[in-house]
């Protein structure tokens, strides 16, 4: 995985500039920004504050919301905690953070960093455009997936526009998928005269246009894949053919950002703060209140994974792997977090890790679909190949060993020969790949169905959550432009590419 080397004056000044300038940010969809007095800054000091605020939402509420959707963890019985979740309680007050984030924040200051010119008339800011374009793509796919239509053509405009139209959400994501296609040809095409290179200013890739073109290309195949039972076949493979046309592939190595995490205070990689440890090394109660349920528990054991020891912890009582339901009411002897496993090393791994947006192994598990769906070429030889180099990837990622003679047995949904339906063995391999690290379990769920005996939780009324819903604050904000919903939308209303 690719780290940042950053000396310590220059980690402290970076820092500085990240904790000033996400301290500036106003509110959602900046209704209280005055358009006539912007804020002053330039591409180099925004465009790290834009990612850092995208790992930290991906790394944190998405993540968590994605794993217990997909049911990975489970509350022990010494804790009231996640409630809501347990009970798949979606309302317009559930997780808003992931809307108003991504436009309060994200959105606001990658279009700042999209939209700016050289005062001077001489720099050329192509390769910023490139990196905005592709995170927002990144970004705007997730808020299709989890709500539907959401402010498209007439958002991030500042004072411009505080109540913009709510766009289709099929419409949307077409526009994405052109935009991916513009920044991966123009990263491959930089202006070489007076361009200017964010360098490690851009704390995911350093300015590497080329790894960036591979990054739009990846994000641009996920959202084909996504559309893959939408009866789009030609749609899929012209866009495919548009990726093959740029010549820059998929992307070969993970994709994660660190600006310079550290042990300090509010200065950890966003999930390991989150999900694991303070800066003391004391852990967060989130730490002790988020244990494995049986169901991954009983997945990885018997399948002989080896993964096991990565993802999840002996318990602390008797260094047992033990999971337990998901359910606000466990008995008590037997199921505390002292009893249960806590999230493994394979994930917390340090404060200074880097925080994933996208994994290899995804990349991989996505062109094995597209071979196995005949959008790409090369038959059942090459998908089962690009399969067994994801299960590697991920081995790779969580510090695993012996992937190979993990994914030789003779179990369905493990061994490519062996598995009878080659779409649920790459989504059941995902799964299994990207717990602890990733939303797209619950969405991919949402899309396949795999793995087809995921429980539900014990008080979720044997159903779950398709979408969420939009914020209270839009109701209050943009009320004429706003799509009315009901509770029964976040498990009925299935977005446009189910």
């Given at each position: ?30 209704v ?99 990196i905005t ?18 402010p498209?053509?007439?958002?991030n405009?500042?004072g ?8 289709n ?24 005269e ?17 790894a ?25 493979q012209e ?7 740029n010549?820059?592939g ?24 989150y ?11 989130r730490h ?34 033990k ?10 002897e ?12 394979g ?30 070429p ?6 089962m ?6 299960i ?6 969580l ?23 080659k ?28 793995p087809?005996?995921l ?5 979720g ?15 209050s ?17 299935n977005?446009?590419?189910?």
């Open positions: 995985m690719m780290k940042i080397k950053i000396n310590k004056i220059g980690r402290i000044l970076l820092i500085i500039c990240l904790t000033v300038l996400a301290s500036c940010s106003d509110d959602f969809l900046d209280n920004d005055n358009p006539n007095n912007p804020p002053t800054s330039t591409p180099k000091l925004t465009l790290p504050v834009a990612q850092q605020q995208l790992a930290n939402l991906y790394g944190t509420s998405m993540m968590y919301l994605g794993q217990y959707f997909a049911y990975s963890y489970a509350v022990p019985s010494n804790w009231s905690a996640n409630g809501d979740l347990l009970r798949y309680n979606v309302t317009n007050t559930f997780y808003t953070n992931i809307f108003e984030s991504s436009y309060a924040d994200i959105f606001k200051n990658l279009t700042f960093v999209e939209e700016y010119a050289d005062p001077q008339g001489v720099l050329d800011y192509s390769s910023y455009k490139v374009e592709t995170l927002s793509g990144f970004q705007y796919q997730y808020l299709v997936d989890l709500y539907g239509d959401v498209y053509s007439e958002a405009q500042r411009g526009n505080t109540t913009p139209v709510y766009d959400e099929e419409t949307i994501y077409k526009n994405v998928i052109d935009s991916l296609t513009t920044a991966a040809n123009l990263a491959l095409n930089i202006p070489s007076n361009s200017e290179n964010p360098g490690d200013s851009d704390i995911i890739l350093h300015g590497d246009m080329t960036w073109a591979q990054f739009a290309n990846t994000v641009k195949l996920r959202m084909l894949m996504r559309m893959s039972n939408s009866g789009q076949d030609s749609y899929i866009q495919i053919a548009l990726i093959d046309a010549g820059a998929y992307i070969t190595d993970n994709i994660s950002a660190n600006p310079g995490y550290s042990q300090n205070a509010d200065q950890q990689t966003p999930v390991y703060g999900l694991g440890y303070q800066s003391t090394g004391v852990e967060t109660d002790d209140f988020t244990v494995a349920t049986d169901y991954a528990i009983d997945l990885l054991d018997s399948t002989n994974d080896p993964r096991i020891l990565r993802i999840y912890t002996g318990s602390d009582n008797a260094d047992e792997l999971g337990v339901n998901q359910s606000i009411n466990l008995p008590g037997g199921f505390t977090s002292d009893d249960l496993s806590a999230v493994g090393p994930i917390l791994k340090s404060a200074d890790q880097d925080q994933p947006l996208m994994l290899l192994s995804e990349a991989l598990f996505l062109q094995a679909e597209a071979v196995t769906r005949g959008y790409i090369g038959g059942d030889a090459v998908a190949n690009l399969y067994n180099q994801a590697e990837a991920s081995f790779d990622y510090e695993a060993e012996d992937a190979q003679t993990y994914y030789s047995q003779a179990i369905e949904n493990v061994s490519w020969a062996s598995s009878s339906d779409i649920e063995a790459i989504i059941t391999q995902k799964w299994i790949a990207l717990n602890g690290i990733s939303i797209e379990p619950w969405i991919e769920y949402t899309r396949t169905g795999f087809t005996d429980p539900t939780s014990v008080d009324g044997n159903r779950r959550p398709i979408r969420l819903l939009y914020p209270t604050s839009e109701y904000r943009n009320s004429d432009n706003v799509p009315p919903t009901t509770t029964e939308d976040a498990f009925t209303k977005p446009f590419w189910k």
